[in-house]
């Protein structure tokens, strides 16, 4: 994959965190940590219906605000525990901004600040 001029991310989630990197200046450099998400999650609810409808609500919330710290997606990569990163993709392929992006995934364990990015660039160069 070519690197020149697009702008590319990485993200590294699972159902609770995500943390979000991209290039210094948005398509060239190298890549940096742009941010942490959190996903507080849903408290007890005696109503399954409503808690499930919670959780839904939060995961999008949780997902707009990962989108949100990467403007104009041309490549994406999204890795972590779980499902959460297909759920994530297939949210960016139905969103119109994102739509065009090139996105894939993979599945690894929780990785530090310094290892995601690493891990990103390796992906990328």
């Not at 965190?17 to 290039?23: D, F, L, Q, S």
């Not at 942490?36 to 849903?42: F, I, L, S, W």
């Not at 710290?69 to 525990?81: F, Q, R, S, Y």
């Not at 599945?107 to 160069?125: G, P």
Request: aromatic content about 8%; glycine content about 6%.
């Amino acid at each position: 994959m070519s690197g020149k001029n697009k702008k590319q991310f990485g993200v590294w989630m699972d159902s609770h965190h995500a943390t979000v990197t991209g290039r210094e200046n948005v398509d060239e450099g190298d890549f940096v940590i742009l941010g942490h998400v959190e996903n507080p999650g849903t408290s007890k609810n005696s109503n399954e219906k409503a808690a499930n409808n919670l959780e839904i609500a939060l995961t999008h919330k949780f997902f707009k605000e990962i989108a949100e710290k990467m403007p104009n997606i041309d490549e994406l990569h999204v890795t972590g525990t779980g499902q959460i990163q297909e759920q994530f993709v297939k949210f960016l392929a139905d969103t119109p901004q994102y739509k065009n992006a090139v996105s894939s995934d993979s599945t690894s364990n929780k990785m530090s600040d310094e290892q995601l990015i690493e891990f990103i660039a390796k992906h990328f160069n």
